[in-house]
């Protein structure tokens, strides 16, 4: 459903902007507090938790939908990640937002990406982890998510802390970059059976969807082993890999939570950190626990 038909609904009280020119037009006009949720749509209970928050925390909530071709890599899954503007706008308005800003790729991006101005994180934590394995893409996490701050005016931006490199990351460039805005980060929100939510869950397969809890099961277990006081990391990451068999680990890491910097053993500021395929699928799924005793 475009903007224009969205907004013929009078009874909405929900406004979908596809553009610039009239969004800056609109937050003219708002008064108090603006936060943002920023996203690339295909919306779940995880992210009705960010935008619920943002809601109760400023006068004005903005959610952007964006699925940005620059954050992914080639042989990414770009053409086919999930995209249900409809269903993204009424989680939306239920939740109480403002504005859902969902605008085409030509109007946040007038050349391709090798003739864009970027923002790059320092190497030091791009050069680790996602960032590794998926070279500039967190260039074009910082670079549309800078311009969603410029665009938006918001004094707030929320993040799951899911995507824990990608969080602490976009915090590192707020306070490098002196952006006048509070990053709140929000508990990651998962399902009955411990696995987190994702919108690229919706790939699974059946027997996936059961081979994917052992990601948090494996970090469920490290948080034990480490709480006996006589697990070493060697240890909590073999044990995480038997678990992990039937899954295509990409990484299993000990990061220290305040500074991102690998750990050789693990401490109360602990945070591990998974990523894997499926077997079938080849879904990229990747989940993080703090340690604390």
Known sequence: MNATKWKMKKEK?????DNIKELKEEIKHL?????????MGALHAGHRSLIERCVRENDNAIVSVFVNPIQFGVNEDLDKYPRQLNSDCQMCEQCGAKIVFAPKVQEMYSNKK????????????????????????????CSVVAKLFNLTKAQ????????????????RMVQDLNFDLEIVPCEI???????????????????EKILALN??????????????????????????????????????????????????EPNDNTLMLIASRTPQTKTRLIDNIEFVK
């Open 13 to 17: 009280k929900l406004k979908l902007i």
């Open 31 to 39: 008064r108090g507090t603006i936060g943002l949720v920023p996203t």
């Open 114 to 141: 090798d003739d864009l101005t970027l923002i790059c994180p320092p190497y030091s934590l791009v050069d680790m982890l996602c960032g590794k394995s998926r070279p500039g893409h967190f260039d074009g996490v």
């Open 156 to 171: 707030r931006a929320y993040f799951g802390k899911k995507d824990a490199q990608q969080l602490f990351i976009i915090k």
């Open 189 to 207: 929100v998962r399902e009955e059976n411990n696995l987190a939510l994702s919108s690229r869950n919706k790939y699974l397969t059946e027997q």
């Open 215 to 264: 990601i948090s099961k494996a970090l469920f277990e490290a948080v034990k082993l480490y709480k006996t006081n006589t697990a070493t990391k060697r240890a909590i990451i073999d044990n995480s890999l038997k678990l992990l068999e039937d899954l295509d680990v990409e990484y299993i890491e000990l990061v220290d939570k305040t500074t991102f910097e690998l750990q050789q």
